[in-house]
């Protein structure tokens, strides 16, 4: 089977051309947060940048994402917290009223209030991310630093459900807490999350003193991963070549024959399976992948206007607040490049399947330097490579 066979069934393409809109903007609305996670990418701060983007520029960053016309982008407000910005009630209003899927990623602080949730509601976002690294109290609050929040983040998940946003529960993967992945999983499942991203850590700023996966261990976790999918829908972050391996087993029927699981996919699911034994859901469809890469279909801006293939990939594209967002998008060097795999370099330069993964491009760069190198988190061989 070719990949163009393959993808068709087992990733999911754009409606449109990624090199003309993206399918999907970040704006990290301020960096300001209270709390001090180890893998923060923002390093966030204490107080708000008096630089950051006011009222008014924001609302015209919202009005450029509308000038795309249908499918418009979806939009998710970040942060550090994005509660920390006095203005946030009025701007996803605003977003709406123009025809915008508005989200929010907050941090699990006093700011998180059922009132303040409500509002947002009414003001028409559609859906709340949270983050949960640890599967209990003292794996989650280790990893964010402060005490109470893994509790206070299951409150805030079931108050998030219960207003009627969906819910997508964010998980950072490192090596001290890959076993646990299966817990992780289970309270995924209970929340009724709508989704599960996992992150694969990239070494950059505060998760630089945390430890990465080996890629030979993310490639166990992908695995495993895809084994899951028909238990919640599964996305990646920093991981485009899990849409890599859905292709590869795309038909395959004895897939541990041909992929057999070393030692750590093997625990994950003795894990996994220990846990869900006897659980009467049903599996779903699995949600295939989908085919957006760093400035291809998306993008991120920062508290200051900056735009960047991804908030993990720190080279600029340009401002907005010197040319409107759509110039930047469709004219910027730095995203036309990102959206040429043939000039990629090493191993993703000469891959079969480099223009439906294309490798993470945050990976390539914080670890080489040069944001076209090849992935070094990618354990894949391509055929191709002599
Ligand atoms: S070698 Fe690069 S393009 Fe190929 S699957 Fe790995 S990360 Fe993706």
Avoid at 18 to 30: D, G, K, L, N, Y
Avoid at 42 to 69: C, K, N, Q, V, Y
Avoid at 93 to 99: I, K, M
Avoid at 286 to 299: C, Q, T
Wanted: aromatic share 6%; net charge negative; proline share 6%.
């Amino acid at each position: 089977m070719t990949v163009d066979q393959a993808r068709g069934r087992s990733v999911r393409l754009l409606h449109h051309d990624a090199s003309e809109r993206p399918f999907i903007v970040i704006w990290e609305v301020t960096r300001a947060c209270q709390l001090a996670c180890t893998h923060c990418r923002a390093d966030a701060i204490r107080f708000r940048d008096p630089a950051e983007l006011s009222t008014e520029e924001g609302r015209r960053l919202l009005d450029e994402l509308a000038s795309f016309g249908t499918p418009r982008p979806l939009v998710v407000l970040t942060g550090g917290d994005p509660f920390e910005r006095p203005d946030l009630v009025e701007l996803v209003e605003y977003g709406t009223s123009l025809g915008l899927s508005v989200a929010l990623s907050p941090s699990v602080t006093d700011r998180l209030t059922r009132a303040v949730l409500v509002d947002l509601h009414d003001a028409g976002a559609k859906a709340v991310s949270l983050s949960l690294d640890g599967a209990t109290a003292d794996s989650h609050d280790a990893f964010r630093r402060v005490d109470g929040v893994f509790d206070a983040t299951i409150d805030a998940a079931r108050t998030i459900r219960e207003i009627g946003f969906r819910l997508q529960i964010n998980t950072t993967v490192t090596r001290g807490n890959v076993r646990e992945l299966p817990h992780v999983l289970q309270r995924v499942i209970d929340l009724g999350a709508s989704l599960w991203s996992v992150f694969f850590l990239v070494p950059t700023g505060r998760g630089a003193n945390l430890e990465a996966l080996t890629a030979a261990e993310e490639e166990e976790v992908l695995h495993w991963l895809h084994d899951v999918a028909a238990l919640v829908a599964i996305k990646t972050t920093e991981a485009p070549h899990f849409r890599r391996v859905a292709l590869q087993r795309a038909g395959v029927e004895a897939l541990d024959d041909v992929f057999p699981p070393g030692p750590l996919r093997s625990d994950l699911r003795a894990t996994t399976a220990g846990l869900l034994a006897g659980r009467e859901s049903a599996p779903r469809r699995p949600r295939p992948p989908i085919d957006v890469n760093a400035g291809r279909g998306f993008a991120f801006v920062d508290h200051v206007g900056v735009v960047y293939p991804s908030g993990f990939l720190p080279v600029a594209a340009g401002s907005v607040r010197d040319h409107p967002f759509p110039q930047i998008y469709q004219e910027s060097e730095v995203l036309r490049a990102l959206r040429r795999p043939d000039g990629f370099g090493g191993r993703c330069g000469r891959c079969e399947f480099r223009a439906v993964c294309g490798g993470s491009r945050s990976h390539a760069y914080a670890v080489s330097g040069d944001l076209l190198g090849e992935d070094p988190s990618c354990a894949f061989g391509p055929a191709t490579v002599g």
